[in-house]
């Protein structure tokens, strides 16, 4: 085990996959010569080379179709959006190709690629930098979508998913990359796509969340104990495919829920999910499930306006207790 | 990749007044090769062996009757959605594809029956996957828009205008990363000019040397918007400017001048690893889909082109030539009917897709959902 | 005028820069927009450009060293001009406060004054939470109930329409069946809110002084459980004298043998109940509305005093258990009672319970029954009393019990049965091993 930040975390993944596969290559903006723009592929260029760390022009639909077509010829690309924000232009290949092209083909084209990237929240960068976009691609059958909250997860799951025969958007967190955490040196250590995370255990509320949401829902689930709340905090870590059974398993045991996320709240993951518990939990609840969100607004610049927009640890208690009958004090 | 100023290929289409296509759209005269290009198509003709020119023409006729059947199923409601005719266009798919080789790829638009079947799939397997049925190439999930077939190089098939252009500038980057000396066809008609996944393809298969052979279907009209309505500049040859890229426009009536052009092209892409666009003038004789009125163009503009049907002029060329008599055009015609008929009662009489495979083919590694841990309710 | 140099921000995610390089040593002449360092920052390896003209008089931050954005890492003067009021600003504040106060989880949560007032925040956003007071429910008789309620009151077989809810409108929640089906027969709110402020407050003429504490969850919860229990559940009452000498004798005996046993009267207590709760499985029950429910092992709740009330760890199956067993788990489950560190069914679901105050000298005394247990046992303090013995006046240690029994589940003679077995165990304490 070693000490991480979630951006090592992330480049110890790249690095290892690609020595172990010559088909893996990466690209993006300023991924190689500029060393990465938030430093998650550096020193990449001068271990692996030109030819398998690719500086691409700031033409994210052509690039992102680039490493379509050439995954449907075998290879296993890895495209780095500098921030999901830019992917916005690149949907038409990640939607219309990526994620229907083993279908369309009746099986035979199967796209092995990871989208990846800091989705979410930034810091005062304003509307167009600074969003959530999860719910745009965990929409689309044929797409796997996977949010790290921790250096282990982050390094596990990029690893699992650079090996996944399928396309993958892997979205991390500007806000998390200097996040420290312990992270095991075996490169054989991977973490499964689709699996949950329970990551407190607890008896009285279940609190589900994801990305940014999952440090803020443990803090939340600390000031909780203290007024014999105890709160279970899953972080379901993939989106696309969910794992619905660890959280169904949470519901039966809790009968409350609050699901944090940093994205909008409408049709958000988090209402989703909120379905799902509505569909196949129904008669465990004891009260309505209750989603924090980041606020129904585009993001604002004012350091005090984007604080308001973007959910708190103090939501979250509130949340709790109100889902658990209790006075808000 | 590192980064080599390209040297500009300036190619230019030979005898522009020869061919009524390009004289209609009046390009402007390039700087002309090195002269070893043909004048015309009966000289072509001379320079190729019998076997292939009959296999060119008997490719052009199967796409034809092809899509006449398929026009026929349509209508009587065999064939659902869209299905968008090659008629007319044939040179161009058939003259290209002949200049390749197995290995290489071939990727294009929705357009796309005559591609699939020059590409070496079967006949059967396309009418198969245009019935929506389970023997189809893409065993009825794709229909007349996502033809696919792995075997043969295929790459489908692609729906959105001007989508196919950065998959296939990505398959000719594995072919260069493998160290291949594989090529990709990318066909894609003028309308998709337009689009910027067009241009961002361009700039990046120049700027790292791909061999991609960019074929534009000039055939005068994205669905039913002229040419001259929708593009500023009109000669999709000079795009390639912008990006250093070689270019050439080719009379996409004249079957073995789209193969010439492509055979360049294709050399270029093996032996140094450069990209190609190629605007080939063609025409298409149908509407843009089966369901297309056709009220922005006239019956006697139609009939004009159809002088120069490719077929009519490659059949007579092949006849003054001497390569096929009368008789033997007749067999040709007999072995084409038959095998469209077979392809029509292979579909007909292949079993729709089993209601199971609604859910197959959605992801190559399904992730099953964890199992409950036997864990019981607590209340 | 000396210029302080200070780590910048250099990127937007930037929160401390290593300085990997200073390009001008100390007395080098500098002028405004020259570059002085080279800074590593989050993202990049930038220059850092000198914000004031002159020398550079002190590097602060040496080569390789990181500082937090706004901390002072050198100084720009006039060759002779006096920094030293500058150095030891430096020398006092290492870790100059943040320029900025981050947000997110990147860094800590405290920041302030950035963080806007809860109420802004109820106001500005649909994610503000109100407090959820119950109401009365909704006049058009429209049930409203959770969905874990009605499934839990279906499967009960209890009528809703008898259920008060306590959630908001009105509506029926987990708490409000379970109160029902621990005895009540009908919920009303009001102990629901034991939080509440006291109406009332006592006064002899004048009104009194006095203060109000919120009352703790625990206290809260206590204040639930026993109102659902001596109101809805029928008491009655059975009080035995109990002579003690030979278990306390017994007591002696196995702590001689064995110092590190440590076992109590009350252990001795625990078990002998134990054994008597097996021979009349009548007590070892419960009331469930339309059951009796009787439990297999008697699963002994022992009541424990701590400093904000009091909690019941369970000694399960306390039959099974030999009496060093028993001790040994008392007293660790009462250690974690006091350090509030049980887990919930560490003291939930007993099927016989025990109160013991003979530890402050409580003669006798009555306990109010936990639901839906059907009986506890109160028990006062051993003392040593005159007792009639073959007409003799001997002197014996004598000890009081009292069992309340919920008349639904126990009636008087099974009751008084119990006791009497309880009572030929303990001061016979072999029968233990018959």
């Not at chain 1, 989603?291 to 708190?312: C, F, H, Q, S, W």
């Not at chain 2, 991609?212 to 000039?218: D, V, W």
């Not at chain 2, 055009?329 to 009917?337: A, N, P, R, T, Y």
């Not at chain 3, 196995?254 to 252990?267: A, F, V």
Request: contains cysteine.
């Amino acid at each position: 085990m070693a000490l991480l930040t979630m951006r090592e975390a992330l480049n110890q993944a790249l690095r290892e996959e690609m020595r172990r596969d010559e088909n893996v290559f990466l690209m993006g903006e300023e991924v190689a010569e500029y060393q990465g723009a938030y430093k998650v592929t550096k020193g990449l260029l001068e271990e692996l080379g030109p030819k398998r760390v690719i500086d691409t022009p700031i033409t994210e639909l052509g690039f992102a179709g680039l490493g379509v077509g050439a995954a449907m010829a075998g290879l296993r690309p890895i495209v780095e959006f500098m921030t999901f924000n830019f992917s916005i232009l690149a949907t038409d290949q990640i939607i219309n190709s990526a994620a229907k092209m083993l279908y369309m083909s009746g099986g035979q084209f199967k796209i092995p690629i990871v989208f990846r990237g800091p989705n979410g929240s930034a810091f005062q960068v304003s509307s167009q930098h600074s969003q959530a976009l999860e719910s745009w691609f965990a929409y689309f059958p044929g797409l796997k979508v996977v949010m790290p909250s921790t250096p282990a997860d982050a390094k596990g799951l990029l690893k699992s998913s650079i090996r996944d025969d399928d396309p993958v958007i892997f979205m991390e967190q500007e806000r998390m990359y200097g996040n420290k955490g312990e992270v095991p040196d075996d490169p054989e250590f991977t973490i499964p796509l689709g699996v949950a995370d329970i990551k407190r255990e607890g008896t009285d509320a279940t609190i589900i969340a994801r990305s940014l949401t999952v440090p803020l829902a443990l803090k939340a689930a600390e000031l909780l104990e203290k007024d014999g709340v105890s709160c279970e905090v899953i972080d379901p870590r993939t989106i696309r495919p969910l794992d619905i059974n660890t959280i169904l398993d949470s519901v039966k045991k809790t009968n409350r829920v609050v699901i944090a996320e940093e994205s909008h709240p409408f049709c958000g993951v988090a209402a989703e999910i909120s379905s799902q518990i509505a569909e196949r939990a129904f008669d465990y609840l004891d009260a309505p499930v209750k989603r924090v969100t980041g606020a129904d607004v585009p993001m604002p610049y004012a350091k005090n306006l984007e604080d308001l927009a973007i959910p708190k640890v103090d939501q979250i208690v509130a949340a709790v207790k109100e889902v658990s009958y209790l006075v808000s004090k | 990749m590192p980064k080599q100023t390209p040297e500009p290929s300036r190619i230019s289409a030979e005898n522009t007044s020869a061919t009524g296509v390009l004289d209609e759209q009046s390009s402007p005269p390039i700087a002309s090769d090195n002269g070893t290009r043909k004048e015309t198509q009966k000289s072509r003709v001379a320079d190729i062996d019998r076997e292939t020119l009959i296999d060119i023409y008997h490719q052009m006729l199967l796409c034809r009757r092809f899509e006449e059947k398929s026009a026929e199923a349509y209508s009587a409601g065999k064939i659902g959605g869209f299905c968008h005719l090659y008629i007319g266009q044939e040179a161009v798919a058939i003259g290209s594809i002949s200049a390749i080789r197995k290995d290489d790829y071939v990727l294009t638009s929705y357009r796309e029956h005559a591609h699939a079947i020059a590409k070496g799939m079967s006949p059967e397997s396309v009418m198969a996957e245009l019935l929506g049925k389970a023997t189809g190439c893409s065993k009825g999930k794709g229909g007349s828009m996502h033809m696919f077939d792995k075997e043969v190089g295929f790459l489908g098939g692609h729906a959105i205008v001007g989508g196919q252009i950065p998959l296939a500038t990505g398959v000719a980057f594995a072919a260069k990363y493998k160290g291949t000396d594989q090529v990709a066809l990318c066909y894609f008609g003028e309308a998709a000019v337009n689009q910027g996944a067009f241009h961002e393809s361009l700039n990046m298969a120049q700027l790292w040397k791909l061999p991609c052979i960019y074929i534009c279907e000039n055939n005068q009209y994205g669905m039913g918007t002229s040419l001259q309505r929708a593009m500023s500049l009109h000669d999709v040859s000079q795009k390639a400017y912008a990006y250093e890229m070689a270019s050439e426009i080719v009379d996409g009536m004249d079957v073995l001048a789209v193969r010439e052009a492509t055979m360049r092209a294709v050399e270029r892409a093996r032996k140094q690893s450069l990209p190609t666009l190629l605007e080939v003038r063609t025409y298409r004789f149908m509407g843009h889909s089966m369901s297309d009125p056709g009220n922005y163009r006239t019956r006697a503009e139609i009939e004009k082109h159809q002088e120069r049907d490719p077929i009519k002029l490659f059949s007579a060329s092949l006849k003054e030539e001497g390569v096929l008599s009368d008789a033997q055009f007749k067999e040709i015609e007999e072995q084409v009917k038959q095998q469209v008929e077979k392809a029509l009662k292979f579909a007909e009489e292949s079993p729709y897709p089993d209601l199971k495979e609604l859910y197959t083919d959605v992801y190559a590694s399904p992730i099953e959902p964890t199992n409950n841990q036997g864990k019981e309710d607590r209340n | 005028m000396a210029t302080q140099v200070i780590m910048p921000k250099l990127s937007p995610t930037m929160e401390e820069g290593q300085l990997s390089r200073w390009l001008k040593k100390e007395g080098d002449k500098v002028s405004m927009g020259e570059p002085l360092a080279e800074i590593d920052t989050d993202k990049a390896t930038m220059e850092m450009q000198a914000l004031g003209s002159g020398v550079l008089r002190k590097i602060l931050l040496p080569e390789g060293s990181s500082a937090p954005l706004g901390q002072m890492i050198g100084i720009i003067g006039e060759p002779e001009e006096d920094i030293s009021a500058l150095l030891s600003q430096a020398g006092s504040a290492p870790a100059a406060k943040s320029a900025e106060p981050a947000s997110g989880s990147e860094t800590s949560q405290a920041k302030p004054e950035a963080v806007p007032a809860p109420e802004a925040v109820e106001k500005a956003s649909d994610n503000g939470h109100h407090e959820t007071a119950p109401a009365e429910p909704a006049a058009t008789g429209r049930l409203i109930a959770s969905p874990l309620a009605a499934r839990m009151a279906a499967e009960s077989g209890i009528d809703l329409r008898s259920v008060t809810g306590s959630g908001p409108g009105g509506r029926i929640i987990k708490r409000d069946v379970e109160s029902l089906m621990s005895g009540k027969t009908a919920t009303s709110k009001s102990h629901l809110r034991a939080v509440e402020t006291p109406r009332f407050q006592p006064s002899t003429t004048a009104a009194s002084a006095y203060r109000d504490e919120p009352a703790s969850e625990m206290r809260r919860t206590i204040a639930k459980r026993l109102v659902t229990s001596l109101g809805p559940v029928p008491h009655f009452f059975l009080t035995t004298e109990i002579e003690m000498d030979r278990a306390a004798e017994m007591r002696k005996g196995i702590n001689e043998l064995d110092p590190e046993l440590k076992i109590s009267i009350n252990d001795i207590i625990i078990k002998v109940a134990a054994a008597a709760l097996m021979q009349h499985p009548k007590v070892n029950a419960s009331y469930q509305d339309k059951a009796i429910r009787y439990y297999e092992q008697a699963d002994v709740g022992v009541a424990v005093a701590i400093e904000e009330g009091l909690i019941t760890p369970i000694v399960r199956a306390a039959n099974q258990k030999s009496l060093s067993e028993i001790a040994a788990e008392i007293r660790d489950l009462a250690g974690r009672a006091r350090n509030r560190k049980l887990k919930p069914e560490e003291y939930m679901g007993a099927s016989f319970s025990i109160s013991n105050l003979g530890m402050f000298g409580i003669d006798e005394f009555t306990a109010i029954i936990n639901p839906p247990e059907a009986a506890i046992l109160a028990v006062g303090a051993m003392s040593a009393k005159p007792v009639v013995k073959e007409n003799e006046v001997v002197i014996r240690q004598m000890m009081r019990v009292t069992m309340s029994c919920d008349h639904r589940v126990v009636d008087g003679a099974t009751g008084a049965k119990f006791l009497q077995t309880f009572k030929k165990i303990l001061e016979n304490p072999l029968f233990l091993v018959v």
